[in-house]
C-alpha cells in the first residue's frame, strides 16, 4: 500500500504540475489586468487623464468642427454597427444562444456558468460606473445617444467579459492550435473595435474605454479559471 503511493503520485505528478502551471499564468494575467484598472483608475480619480483624454477625443474629429468625425460616412455608419455589438440586446441575445446550444448539449453546470459570467459582468460594471460617477465626455458631440454614467466603459467592460469568456469557452472544443487561436483572435478583435468604436463616437474617454478592458479581461480570466477549476473538481463538464 505504501509503496503504491509514490507510483500514484508519480503518475499523477506531470498533470498537477501543468495544471499548478497554467494557474499561476492565469493569476499573473488577472493581477496584471486588474493593477491596469487600479492605475488608470487612480488617474481618472485624480483628475490627471483630461489633457490625454481630450487630445485623444480632439483627434477623431474633423479639425475647428467637434461634431464631425473624421473620415468617410461610411466609417462613422461602420462604427455605429460594431458599437451595437457591445451593447445589452447583442451581448444577452449571443449569450442566450450559446446557453441554448449548451443545454441542448446537455452541458447544463457551463451554461449556469456562462450565464454567472456574463450577469456577473454586468453587476460589476454597473456597480463601477456607480461608485466613479464620471459624466460622460462634453468635449465632442455624441454620434449616438448615451444615458449611464462614463467611467468605466459598459461596451468594452461587458464585450471583453463576453467575448473572452465565450472564445475561451469555444476555443476548448478545438484540438489545433491554429483554430484556438483563431477563435480567441476573433475575440479579441471584437472586444478591442467595439471599444474604440466607442471613443470614435464620442461617448467615452479613451480611459473609460482602457479602464473598461482592462476590467473586463480581468474578470473573464476570473472566470476562465473557475471554470478549469470546476472541471477538474468534475463539478462543471469538459469543453471538448
Excluded at 13 to 38: D, Q, T, Y
Excluded at 58 to 70: C, S
Amino acid at each position: 500500500m505504501t509503496r503504491a503511493l509514490p507510483k500514484t503520485f508519480d503518475r499523477w505528478k506531470p498533470l498537477l504540475e501543468r495544471v499548478e502551471a497554467r494557474g499561476l499564468v492565469i493569476l499573473a494575467l488577472v493581477s496584471g489586468a486588474l493593477f491596469a484598472f487600479l492605475s488608470i483608475a487612480g488617474e481618472v480619480r485624480e483628475g490627471d487623464t483630461h489633457g490625454f483624454d481630450e487630445q485623444i477625443l480632439l483627434w477623431f474629429r474633423t479639425p475647428g468642427d467637434t461634431a464631425n468625425p473624421i473620415g468617410p460616412l461610411w466609417l462613422e455608419l461602420a462604427f455605429r454597427d460594431i458599437t451595437a455589438l457591445g451593447g445589452m440586446t447583442v451581448l444577452a441575445l449571443i449569450t442566450l444562444a450559446v446557453v441554448g446550444y449548451l443545454l441542448i448539449a446537455r452541458k447544463r453546470a457551463s451554461a449556469l456558468l456562462v450565464i454567472g459570467s456574463v450577469l456577473g459582468g454586468v453587476i460589476l460594471s454597473s456597480l463601477l460606473k456607480l461608485g466613479f460617477d464620471r459624466p460622460r465626455p462634453d468635449v465632442v458631440s455624441h454620434l449616438v445617444d448615451v444615458h449611464t454614467l462614463s467611467f468605466p466603459s459598459g461596451h468594452a467592460m461587458l464585450s471583453a467579459a463576453t467575448y473572452l469568456t465565450l472564445g475561451a469557452l469555444l476555443s476548448r472544443t478545438e484540438k489545433s492550435l491554429v483554430m484556438r487561436s483563431y477563435v480567441v483572435g476573433v475575440a479579441i478583435v471584437l472586444t478591442l473595435l467595439i471599444g474604440t468604436s466607442r471613443i470614435f463616437l464620442g461617448v467615452h474617454y479613451p480611459t473609460d474605454v482602457l479602464g473598461g478592458w482592462s476590467a473586463g479581461a480581468a474578470w473573464a480570466l476570473f472566470c476562465w479559471w473557475l471554470a478549469r477549476w470546476l472541471q477538474h473538481r468534475g463539478q462543471v463538464e469538459p469543453s471538448g
